[in-house]
DNA sequence: GGCAGTCATGTTAGCCATATCATACTAGAA
DNA sequence: TTCTAGTATGATATGGCTAACATGACTGCC
């Protein structure tokens, strides 16, 4: 005798189903679940129960169809791999978590193609915001942004013209700011640690920024280590020994970010050096878990959480005295001079 | 005169306004659109040509419904503010990337509670699979796993019983291997440092783990520190000093991550300790921007790409031989001994 | 009692794609 | 020439939900 047992192809749990188990019509459960009003109290229990006793999970896809809106913001950022921009996630999560908005991120790797395609994916979900990272993008990129009808904000980098709205701050004048400091702070020889890549738009502005600024004391790069992948605390190490063994007579560093900075800071004071007196030091970012290295390195910095903060408010609408978009938001990034920079002279 | 410009209601374009403006069928747009077969070449360019001319992006909300399946892959983590689980979707993003499989984050910032919200906000999107950290889950999130209908892959630990299938490390056995290691290195006094946060699963088992593999050497933990929130690598000093003034015949440290690790050794290092001498230490995870500290802290690494990799794969359904679900990969965890711990006598 | 005004619920008509089946048309075989 | 097969395209019917409007049961007041 074969088994007669129905062979349950579960179909999946709809608005019907629920409907049907307790005797009202699909409105109304649609009604209970998005906790709409006008649902009497006793409804509203038996509704709520009998869909958590069948473990319905409501399907947004068909719910952003029929209502033409979608709870989520496209949050698109270069890469995960070092702590900047889960920082920013960090934020943007924060502040969404009480807006009924969702984040949803995609990562480009610092290519522009790889951001077009991300973003055409993205906005392909009818987003109800999108974030992204840096001023920067192909003509495609630029014209599906334009012509999505949502707002858009640019973060982290102010120096530029943004499509809707910009939080960030400039990376140029981080640049000068820093270049200012080091002058200030008595030091001439200075070298330049960083990365060799050019995708990577703030950094390049930090660092036009750095010889601009240092350009109208009259002084000029004295030496320059680039780096490309690896751990970033070791390639600080390496690239602060190859440049002090090329140009002995450096007397400041500055590195492009704070984990390699933090690495030639080690090695330095492995070596010996005296810092800050014969060799200053500094980095980029205000990355605070190098808070427990030996000295504290100078660094300027990022508002990597507020920026986010402050971007996800934009696009939730909070606090925006109901203007829509085209707000510009500059942070001004803070001087840390920890104890690698001898004080102004 | 009034301007009579036409008010430029900016409908979003949808697969008939392309349709209407080649003189084809929307259904012969949509399948350009997604690359089906059976279009000719003529026809394709055309369509192509001017769906890129209107700028239209295709509305995968109603694809989604029309075709009952959504290229998204849910995938939820505890928290993104140490690098540990942005390397695990970073092994899951690039695993997806030739998959036409996006993966979507969540964060639940360790809570069970958030999870399940997190969870039935992920699950009401449809996804084609589901990839989450850890085995422990509310009942209702095990019963909505459970009933999802679709892949779902429980990483980072495998001690326990997954749901379905499962890629992740045992951090009992990685705390056992972890205790074996300290014995036979002739430590004997040993303090443990980890985060008070008791909804952290992984660091309680390798707690565990470590204490059950020092009791069958007939040993027990000397003390115990532990901190929650700031920055681990100050904390790792702070603490380190603590447990040290408060038990000064300590010759061990475990630290449960490398961070807090990371800022004992400095601590240790900067106060003339001999280590790994007179004190030896560990720490977890294998956090490889840590290489360039002054000494290689010892470590178990915790797999982190790798884990993300093969979770994708096994959604992504690569090198399953057919096989759908269930299955279970058990990475093994390499004990790295670094510097900082004796060589085994 | 009759009627406006509420409140709770139901009915209907989409939302924008895609699956499926139907239909022209072409080319080659019998 | 006629018929079969195959190719390119189109018509139709959903998919699961919600907006907007419709209904019906009450309430209370003149």
Redesign the interface.
Known sequence: MSQTRQPEI?R?LTLRDVSEACGVSEMTVSRVLRNREDVSPATREKVLNTARAL?Y??????G??ASQQ?NLVAVIVPS??N?VF??V??GI?EALDDTGL?P??G?TGYSAEKEEEVL??M????PSGAIIAGLEHTDAAR??LE???IPIVEIMDSDGTPIDSVVGISHRLAGMQMADAIVAAGYRRIGFLGSKMTSDHRARKRMQGLTDGLATHGLELADTELYSGG???????EMTEAILSRTADLDFLYYSND?IG??GL??CL?KGYDIPGQLGMAGFNGV???????MKLATIDACRHEIGVQAANIIAGKDQGGVIGGHRVELTPQLVHGDTMRAPS
Chains 1, 2 share one sequence.
């Open positions: 579960r999946p473990g999970v409501p399907n947004k896809i068909a952003g169809l979608v995960l791999s702590m889960p920082e996630l960090t999560s969702q949803v991120f990562v055409y994916e906005l392909s979900w009818r014209a599906m012509n999505a009808g751990s970033a605390l070791k390639k600080g190490r984990m933090a690495g080690l090695y492995s605070d878990f190098l808070d427990g290295l030996p």
